[in-house]
């Protein structure tokens, strides 16, 4: 009964299932990352992502009045707003934290200095006393107060174009970038045509080479770290970005060389023969046949190296800086985290526009991944 056409084994039901287990666990914390980037701090606190579009009924925190005092009727009156421009409908107040839904919206009470307090469901409030309240120190409010979704591009405006306030990712993304891009792109190159000559040219030690490519695989970068500064700066390079892009196409080159060599050594010989027999020139071969047939292995590396500069924060430090011209995205995150543990909008703003662009890169490329990371793997 088990080979009965149209029905599926148990390892295949079971595979499916992981794989949709696997993307479920992937999707709903990026789903909720990219929801909460889009409300606000009291929203993110107050409620779980997943009820971002229903109208919330929550405890405030606590709110100190603030305010003008005027004279109006013969006393002396502070008045405002809870909210400043939010739509929030208050339901129950308190003054102190043991009791914080003391009072219903519309009533008043009278504060331990002498002044009269009363809060409006629409978070107006009116302090008044008969004497001037320019030396008291103003009390704060608890409130519980539904309020209905909201969203906005505020976070994205703070993160993105606001560094003055300590919390722009603008320059860091920019930084990334620039450090990304070159780092991606020079190992490619330089790599690309390493793996041609192990794969196709004979010349003596190549395989003593393609040996050495594969021990260096396993070679951690911490241990090249500081040698590798040291060199840097014998010979005058130093920090910054031509550093870094050397040092990273440094450690990216042995996974290039044995994606691509593989990769290469795999393509039909008839083709690289007949291009021989009719006088084509090795720099030849490579350029018009060999890099287009190769193009799955290419974008497979640069998915894994572009991904791995652009999440990449030890390198940076290292070989970079850490000034505010020079620090990347993961190193401005963990400023964020460091210093503003409390702004989950800014946090998951930032941490957003971080993903983005790897996301966009691996989506776009992810149909090559797969071929590429193949390559000779079969026979």
Same mark, same amino acid.
């Given at each position: 009964? *088990?080979?009965?056409?149209?029905?599926?084994?148990?390892?295949?039901?079971?595979?499916?299932?992981?794989?949709?287990?696997?993307?479920?666990?992937? %999707?709903?914390?990026?789903?909720?990352?990219?929801?909460?980037?889009?409300?606000?701090?009291?929203?993110?606190?107050?409620?779980?992502?997943?009820?971002?579009?229903?109208?919330?009924?929550?405890?405030?925190?606590?709110?100190?009045?603030?305010?003008?005092?005027?004279?109006?009727?013969?006393?002396?009156?502070?008045?405002?707003?809870?909210?400043?421009?939010?739509?929030?409908?208050?339901?129950?107040?308190?003054?102190?934290?043991?009791?914080?839904?003391?009072?219903?919206?519309?009533?008043?009470?009278?504060?331990?200095?002498?002044?009269?307090?009363?809060?409006?469901? *629409?978070?107006? /409030?009116?302090?008044?006393?008969?004497?001037?309240?320019?030396?008291?120190?103003?009390?704060?409010?608890?409130?519980?107060?539904?309020?209905?979704?909201?969203?906005?591009?505020?976070?994205?405006?703070?993160?993105?174009?606001?560094?003055?306030?300590?919390?722009?990712?603008?320059?860091?993304?920019?930084?990334?970038?620039?450090?990304?891009?070159?780092?991606?792109?020079?190992?490619?190159?330089?790599?690309?045509?390493?793996?041609?000559?192990?794969?196709?040219?004979?010349?003596?030690?190549?395989?003593?080479?393609?040996?050495?490519?594969?021990?260096?695989?396993?070679?951690? %970068?911490?241990?090249?770290?500081?040698?590798?500064?040291?060199?840097?700066?014998?010979?005058?390079?130093?920090?910054?970005?031509?550093?870094?892009?050397?040092?990273?196409?440094?450690?990216?080159?042995?996974?290039?060389?044995? %994606?691509?060599?593989?990769?290469?050594?795999?393509?039909?010989?008839?083709?690289?023969?007949?291009?021989?027999?009719?006088?084509?020139?090795?720099?030849?071969? /490579?350029?018009?046949?060999?890099?287009?047939?190769?193009?799955?292995?290419?974008?497979? /590396?640069?998915?894994?190296? /572009?991904?791995?500069?652009?999440?990449?924060?030890?390198?940076?430090?290292?070989?970079?800086?850490?000034?505010? *011209?020079?620090?990347?995205?993961?190193?401005?995150?963990?400023? %964020?985290?460091?210093?503003?543990?409390?702004?989950?909008?800014?946090?998951?703003?930032?941490?957003?526009?971080?993903?983005?662009?790897?996301?966009?890169?691996?989506?776009?490329?992810?149909?090559?991944?797969?071929?590429?990371?193949?390559?000779?793997?079969?026979?």
């Amino acid at each position: 009964m *088990d080979n009965i056409a149209g029905s599926k084994p148990a390892l295949v039901w079971a595979v499916h299932i992981s794989a949709a287990l696997l993307v479920a666990l992937w %999707l709903f914390p990026t789903l909720g990352l990219l929801v909460s980037s889009f409300r606000t701090g009291d929203q993110i606190s107050g409620s779980g992502w997943w009820q971002a579009l229903s109208t919330q009924e929550a405890q405030l925190p606590a709110i100190r009045l603030k305010g003008e005092e005027v004279q109006k009727d013969g006393a002396f009156v502070i008045e405002g707003n809870l909210f400043d421009g939010r739509t929030s409908t208050i339901s129950r107040w308190g003054i102190n934290s043991r009791d914080p839904n003391a009072f219903a919206a519309g009533e008043s009470t009278t504060l331990p200095d002498g002044p009269t307090l009363t809060l409006q469901e *629409d978070g107006a /409030f009116a302090l008044s006393s008969t004497s001037t309240m320019a030396e008291m120190r103003m009390p704060r409010v608890f409130a519980t107060a539904t309020t209905p979704p909201e969203f906005t591009l505020q976070n994205y405006n703070n993160v993105l174009f606001q560094p003055k306030a300590g919390q722009g990712v603008g320059q860091a993304f920019l930084n990334t970038l620039t450090v990304s891009i070159p780092a991606t792109i020079i190992p490619i190159l330089i790599a690309a045509f390493a793996a041609y000559a192990l794969a196709w040219m004979e010349f003596p030690g190549r395989a003593l080479l393609v040996a050495a490519v594969v021990g260096l695989l396993v070679v951690p %970068l911490q241990l090249a770290l500081i040698p590798l500064l040291q060199f840097h700066n014998s010979i005058g390079i130093g920090k910054g970005y031509l550093g870094v892009w050397l040092a990273h196409t440094g450690f990216g080159l042995p996974l290039a060389i044995y %994606l691509l060599r593989n990769y290469m050594a795999g393509l039909p010989r008839d083709i690289i023969e007949n291009a021989k027999v009719d006088g084509a020139t090795d720099f030849q071969i /490579f350029t018009r046949i060999i890099l287009p047939l190769s193009f799955p292995a290419l974008a497979s /590396f640069a998915i894994f190296q /572009f991904l791995w500069t652009w999440n990449d924060l030890l390198v940076a430090l290292v070989f970079l800086g850490s000034g505010d *011209d020079q620090m990347v995205l993961t190193g401005t995150l963990l400023n %964020l985290m460091g210093s503003r543990g409390g702004d989950w909008e800014i946090l998951s703003a930032s941490a957003f526009v971080s993903i983005a662009v790897p996301l966009a890169v691996f989506f776009l490329m992810q149909k090559y991944l797969v071929r590429g990371l193949l390559a000779g793997s079969v026979k």
